[in-house]
C-alpha cells in the first residue's frame, strides 16, 4: 500500500530537549515536504527536498533541521524546541508537485513543548 | 513574498446549497493550483490547475484557475454533510530551480442537514 508514515504521532516534550519526527514514504518519490499546520495559520512549509542531498527552506524554517540521506526518509529535527514549535506536522511526498497531481500527506504528528 | 488568500475563511450552508470558494494568489513564478479536502485528519488531493479556463471536474466538485486575474475558484454543487471540512488551496511556485508550496489559511465548510 503506498503511504507515508511519520513516527511518532503524538509526542509531549520539555524546552531544549533534542527530538526527531521520521518520515518514511514508499513510493519512490523524489519530492518530500514538512508542514506546520496552526489554528488561524493554515499550512506552512518548514522544508522541502527535491531529491536525496538536496534539501531547500520553506516558508518557516527557523528552529528546525532536515536532512535526505536515502530517497525514502526525510526526518525532522529540532534541536532545542522551545514552546511555540507545539504544533501539528504533516510530512508529504510526491514525485514533484506539479509534475504529478498528487501529494500524499502523512497521518500527522501532534508536538506539544512545555 | 509569495501568498495566497482564501475566502470566505468560514461558510455555513444547508444540505442541497451550491457553494463558491475562492482562492487569490500572488507568486513570483507560478507553476500551479492544488486544492485539498482536509477532514480531521491530514489533508487529501481534490485538483491541480495549470492553464486557465479549464474546468477541472470531479463529481459535484468543480474548479477553475484564471492565470490572468491570479485566482482560482472550487464549486461544490448539492452540498452534503459529508462535504464538512477545510478547503486548503496550494501555489506551487519555483524558486532557485526548486518547488515551493504555498498555502492558504483555508475556507472551513459546514453543511448542516
Known amino acids: 500500500e503506498a503511504q507515508v508514515t511519520q513516527n511518532p504521532r503524538y509526542l509531549i516534550t520539555v524546552t531544549g530537549k533534542k527530538l526527531t519526527v521520521t518520515c518514511s514514504q514508499n513510493?519512490?518519490?523524489?519530492?518530500m515536504s514538512w508542514y506546520r499546520q496552526d489554528p488561524g495559520l493554515g499550512l506552512r512549509q518548514i522544508y522541502y527536498s527535491m531529491n536525496v542531498e538536496v534539501t531547500d527552506k520553506g516558508d518557516v524554517p527557523e528552529g528546525y533541521k532536515v536532512s535526505r540521506k536515502e530517497k525514502r526518509n526525510f526526518p525532522l529535527i529540532l534541536e532545542s524546541p522551545s514552546p511555540n514549535q507545539t504544533s501539528l506536522y504533516f510530512c508529504?511526498?510526491?514525485?514533484?508537485?506539479?509534475?504529478?497531481?498528487?501529494?500524499?500527506f502523512g497521518p500527522g504528528t501532534r508536538l506539544t513543548v512545555l | 513574498e509569495d501568498k495566497v488568500v482564501q475566502s470566505p475563511l468560514s461558510l455555513v450552508v444547508h444540505e442541497g446549497d451550491t457553494v463558491t470558494l475562492n482562492c487569490s494568489y500572488e507568486?513570483?513564478?507560478?507553476?500551479?493550483l492544488l486544492w485539498y479536502k482536509q477532514e480531521k485528519k491530514a489533508p487529501t488531493f481534490l485538483f491541480m490547475l495549470t492553464s486557465s479556463g479549464i474546468e477541472k471536474k470531479s463529481g459535484r466538485l468543480s474548479s477553475i484557475l484564471d492565470k490572468k486575474e491570479l485566482f482560482s475558484i472550487l464549486n461544490i454543487t448539492a452540498t452534503q454533510t459529508g462535504d464538512s471540512a477545510v478547503y486548503l488551496c496550494a501555489v506551487v511556485s519555483i524558486e532557485g530551480g526548486s518547488e515551493k508550496l504555498v498555502f492558504g489559511k483555508g475556507t472551513k465548510l459546514t453543511v448542516n442537514p
Open positions: 513510493m519512490n518519490h523524489e519530492y
Open positions: 507568486v513570483t513564478n507560478f507553476r500551479s
Open positions: 508529504a511526498s510526491s514525485l514533484w508537485p506539479s509534475v504529478t497531481d498528487t501529494q500524499y
